[in-house]
């Protein structure tokens, strides 16, 4: 009976994990873990598997604030300092437009290749506008209480379609045999923007680890259960830990598929996802068609959803805190909108330069990692927390090792700019 009730309880804290999962699970999987498979086979393998287990610790860490204080990371931001608060309104603004402009655009060439919607130059932006609308609707008619449950429809959906397509893909093997025979090639210093962008999303970007732990109170007040430190962070884990396999299994199908076969994704969104379910289903069969392309389309929706609501509830956050206030519908509605307008405006600016974009707004992630990790750092292992509710020694050196991490590759990436 205990067990049973054990059980009850994590299904009421069930949510977040799920939600955070979904965001993830978007353009650096998709898009970048797909073309690193493509184009270096293996050889990115361990870029990916260091970008999952260094940023583990910030995202843990805001599941984990939120359970122990009853307050999101950004209110912990202000408490220990109030110009944090302002970094950190700083760093949304900076990094909000692109990243949503970038999802968005991924979302809709899936749409378009989905339910095959013919293009020209005066409906080009249709797609993109739909997304806008339903992202904006869902959100704002539904707010966490949709979004949780709907979150959970698709990211069920997306795990099975994406694992049944991994399967067939491992099942028929690869298109190339030189792939199992030979050792990848090391990463050249031209591969190197690439393999940056390629982290700054992997799985996601760290200033999302404020919206875990926003998600996480929004699930308290839904199910109205308090749930343990022990149980947040499992639900947490669950999520991401399912998300990181899904990187390695998008990688592993892009070197199964395309790697030394002479073809190339295209560089732009209606042709990238033209051209991924085209080549997924031309070497898996025809009748994975609709398997191939409902995947890629709703991993993409569930990103699209969750990145809008996550800037605009961060956002509406910061604000109110700085104020003084709490965070209200309104404020949630304005930011809303404000970011659906900022991501559409930036798309019609970088229409013809999907990769572009893409590169932009990871580049952008990756070089305000630090500055997060080293925040939530500061708000697990500094004077807010507990001993009793803190993680042990292993984490905090996973930290500090993350830390090392994300600041190294994001001085790479200063280095690069200034000798190119």
């Known amino acids: 009976m205990g067990q049973n009730w054990g059980f009850k309880n994590f299904l009421k804290t069930l949510g977040p994990g799920i939600l955070f ?15 690193a498979g493509a184009e270096y086979g293996f050889g990115l393998v361990f870029f990916i598997l260091f970008a999952n287990i260094f940023k583990w610790p910030f995202f843990e860490f805001g599941s984990r604030y939120a359970t122990a204080t009853g307050r999101s990371l950004i209110a912990g931001y202000h408490k220990a300092n109030h110009w944090f608060s302002y970094l950190y309104l700083g760093i949304n603004l900076l990094s909000m437009f692109f990243v949503n402009a970038a999802v968005t655009m991924v979302t809709a060439g899936f749409l378009q ?4 919607i013919p293009l020209d130059e005066k409906n080009f932006f249709l797609p993109s506008l739909l997304l806008f609308l339903f992202s904006y609707l869902f959100l704002s008619l539904g707010r966490y209480s949709l979004l949780d449950k709907g979150i959970k429809v698709i990211g069920s959906f997306m795990l099975i ?25 090391l990463p050249s210093m031209e591969s190197l923007p690439f393999i940056i962008a390629l982290m700054g999303w992997m799985p996601s970007a760290i200033d999302s680890s404020t919206w875990n732990s926003l998600w996480t109170i929004a699930r308290i007040r839904q199910s109205k259960y308090t749930p343990s430190i022990k149980e947040t962070v499992l639900e947490f884990n669950i999520g991401f830990w399912v998300s990181a396999l899904l990187s390695i299994c998008f990688m592993v199908m892009g070197a199964f598929l395309l790697f030394d076969t002479g073809k190339v994704l295209p560089d732009n969104n209606v042709g990238f996802a033209t051209g991924i379910v085209q ?22 929706l569930g990103t699209c959803i969750g990145v809008m609501d996550g800037y ?8 109110a805190v700085i104020r003084n206030t709490s965070a209200s519908s309104r404020s949630y509605l304005v930011w809303l909108t404000v970011t659906a307008l900022g991501g559409f405006a930036v798309i019609a600016f970088f229409l013809n330069q999907f990769n572009l974009l893409i590169g932009i707004a990871t580049t952008i992630s990756f070089l305000l990692a630090p500055i997060i990790a080293i925040l939530n750092y500061k708000m697990v292992f500094g004077t807010h927390l507990l001993p009793s509710q803190k993680p042990g020694k292993g984490m905090k050196l996973l930290a500090l090792a993350g830390i090392v991490f994300l600041s190294f590759f994001s001085l790479g990436i200063i280095l690069l700019q200034v000798f190119q």
């Open 279 to 300: 080549l997924y289903t031309a070497n898996l069969g025809q009748w994975t068609f609709y398997i191939i392309a409902a995947a890629g389309f709703t991993i993409m």
């Open 312 to 319: 605009a509830r961060s956002t509406a956050e910061v604000i």
């Open 161 to 185: 379609s994406t694992l049944l397509a991994f399967a067939i893909a491992v099942w028929k093997g690869p298109e190339s045999p030189n792939i199992l025979r030979t050792i990848p090639p």
């Open 21 to 35: 999962a979904s965001t993830a699970i978007g353009v650096s999987h998709l898009v970048q873990s797909s073309r």
């Open 113 to 116: 290749n989905l339910f095959e």
